[in-house]
């Protein structure tokens, strides 16, 4: 669907250098990276809006690398959501279509459709200055949606929207990638978010790619240590849900809750992994025993391997830790955490 | 109450005495010419026809200022290239230079020894003592005004917004008049404001260029030297009411339409 060869941007004081990436219709796909990275470069550069200096960039199998922002069939949704201040909700919804040729039924169909998936039609006429940051992206994505682009691109959408309201957006924005057509290109620079929207992301640092791959692989096999640290959860499994438990394997583990939208995988972060000699007795409800596969120094903690019927969790230990509990490879050890720890998604 | 310090005193004091330095002198030359002088002086042909002279090369230099500035300034407040600084500064000249120095500029091209001058002869325009003359006057001093007001109200218009309209199928054109245009009206309206206003008062340098036909600052300046303070305070109250309720009227139209919008 959309494909970007060799793509290389001198913007004076940042670059983008030698970026691929190939992103398959109708997929979710998540461009993550920290502050600085060039992520909303990237995607201004396939909206059109930034002049690429070399390579190409395919949407649909039409090279758009020279064509202008308005014949690309691409939808841009910014952070801020840059609403036209001087139009109406409705105007702003329906601002697009006055340069689409739609039929006027088809046009009311859609509009229709989007009003009501996103909730807006309390809000038809009040100018955007007055809504919530919700309202407006909610707004913001109708009015992206309405021209039916080949490619929706996200920057950020969720960032600036209060912690309490992100967990609804986020299934909305998953539940609205299922009903349109259109290929969805989000960046992020939270992970969590990532895992539980996208099938495959890329990892961007410093103006270049530095790894593309399906989230469970970004995730397990890091191809360097910014990915690693970019990352951060180093426990990831496929897991089979019944009710309020999970299956890895054959390890059981319980979560204290059934998932409300996984999609088989679970996710705890390497530090909320408890090491101790002898089995705890806290109100951690997963405990094991298992054995030491693993030891690395990463500075100033280890990061230690445990094998527990073939599932491989990580932990990360303190260098005194470690020697209190005499952490070697192939000693035996318990490994403890708490139902809440575990993510699934 | 926390107790005001001494410099909030001396503030205060600077405040009024700018305040009665502006008004005092202002007041009194309103308030010299009795109603009947007022009166007779309106009715007086050369009076009505110098102000209205005023006005409207006041006027078109305002929408020259508009036509071609607008662009400029667009482009100003959206680029960022080398030698940007350079014609900024260049824009910001005729508000440096001393006006006087700016009608012998002009004289200077409009004259049979330049070609720019014989161009002018050519086409049959002539520029010293015209209303041409007067009109080219006005917008070199004028149009810095235009396009600084109008560039910061580009500026303030985020570029993500037309970025979106153009993703949306907007082309350029069609995003400037919907989007931009706008959002940017305000400033424009109040950068023909300042424009004009900049205008209306120039005396030196059309002195140079048209003595005649006679604008309201040189009719002032005539009246005054021939016959005194006496005669030029009434022109004067006529010309300084008409503009201001001229500028209230544009001011008073903008702020109704933003409550609009």
Not at chain 1, 102 to 124: C, I, Q, S, T, Y
Not at chain 2, 119 to 126: H, K, M, Q, S
Not at chain 2, 132 to 157: Q, R, W
Request: charged share 20%; with cysteine; aromatic share 8%.
């Amino acid at each position: 669907m959309i494909a970007i060869e060799n793509v290389n941007i001198r913007l004076g004081e940042f670059d983008l250098r030698e970026i691929n990436l190939s992103i398959e219709k109708n997929e979710f796909f998540i461009l993550m990276g920290p502050t600085g990275a060039g992520k909303t470069v990237l995607l201004e550069a396939i909206a059109g809006l930034i002049r690429v200096d070399t390579g190409r960039i395919v949407v649909g199998g039409r090279d758009v690398t020279a064509l202008s922002p308005e014949k690309r069939g691409i939808s841009i949704v910014y952070q801020d959501y840059s609403l036209f201040p001087h139009l109406t909700v409705r105007e702003n919804i329906t601002y697009g279509l006055h340069f689409h040729r739609m039929p006027k039924n088809e046009a009311d169909k859609r509009f229709g459709r989007l009003v009501d998936e996103l909730d807006l039609a309390h809000l038809l006429h009040r100018l955007p200055t007055n809504l919530s940051g919700g309202e407006n992206q909610r707004v913001a994505l109708a009015r992206a949606l309405i021209v039916n682009p080949q490619v929706l691109l996200l920057d950020e959408p969720l960032s600036a929207l209060d912690p309490g309201f992100r967990e609804d957006l986020r299934k909305g924005l998953k539940r609205l990638h299922e009903h349109t057509e259109a290929t969805f290109l989000m960046v992020t620079h939270d992970f969590s978010e990532a895992l539980s929207l996208a099938d495959r992301a890329a990892v961007m640092d410093g103006g270049q790619i530095k790894q593309v791959g399906g989230m469970k692989e970004i995730f397990q096999k890091p191809e360097s240590t910014f990915v690693a640290d970019f990352v951060g959860m180093k426990n990831l499994f496929t897991a089979s849900f019944h009710d309020t438990k999970a299956a890895i394997d054959g390890l059981e583990v319980e979560l204290g809750r059934s998932p409300d939208n996984g999609h088989g995988y679970i996710a705890i972060r390497p530090e909320d992994v408890v090491l101790s000699r002898k089995k705890l007795h806290s109100s951690m409800r997963n405990s094991f025993r298992g054995k030491v596969t693993d030891v690395a120094d990463q500075g100033l903690y280890y990061e230690v391997g445990i094998t527990v019927e073939g599932v491989t969790f990580k932990s990360l230990i303190t260098k005194s830790a470690l020697f209190d509990l005499e952490v070697g490879e192939g000693s035996d050890i318990c490994l403890s955490f708490k139902a809440t720890a575990i993510h699934p998604f | 109450m926390i107790k005001k310090e001494p410099f909030f005193w001396i503030a205060v004091s600077c405040g009024l005495v700018i305040m009665a330095f502006i008004l005092i002198p202002l007041i009194q030359m309103l308030a010299a010419p009795s109603f009947s002088i007022l009166q007779e002086t309106i009715q007086d042909k050369d009076v009505v026809r110098s102000i209205w002279l005023s006005i409207y090369t006041a006027g078109l230099a305002a929408l020259i200022a508009f036509v071609f500035g607008t662009p400029l300034a667009y482009i100003l407040a959206r680029t960022s290239f080398r030698g940007k600084q350079l014609i900024e500064s260049i824009i910001d000249l005729p508000i440096v230079i001393p006006h006087p120095v700016v009608g012998i500029a002009i004289l200077s091209v409009a004259g049979k020894g330049h070609w720019l001058g014989q161009i002018f002869n050519e086409l049959g325009v002539r520029i010293m003592g015209s209303v041409t003359g007067i009109v080219v006057v006005l917008t070199f001093v004028g149009l810095p005004f235009y396009v600084n007001a109008v560039k910061n109200g580009f500026e303030s218009i985020p570029p993500r917004l037309e970025n979106v309209s153009r993703s949306l199928g907007a082309s350029m054109f069609s995003t400037f008049a919907r989007i931009t245009f706008p959002l940017a009206w305000r400033s424009m309206l109040i950068g023909i404001i300042m424009c004009s206003a900049r205008a209306i008062s120039e005396f030196g340098a059309v002195v140079i260029v048209a003595y005649h036909p006679m604008i309201a600052p040189v009719l002032l300046y005539e009246r005054f030297e021939a016959y005194g303070l006496k005669y030029s305070q009434p022109v004067a109250v006529w010309l300084v009411s008409i503009c201001l309720a001229l500028f209230l009227i544009l001011r008073i139209l903008t702020l109704r339409n933003a409550e609009k919008t």
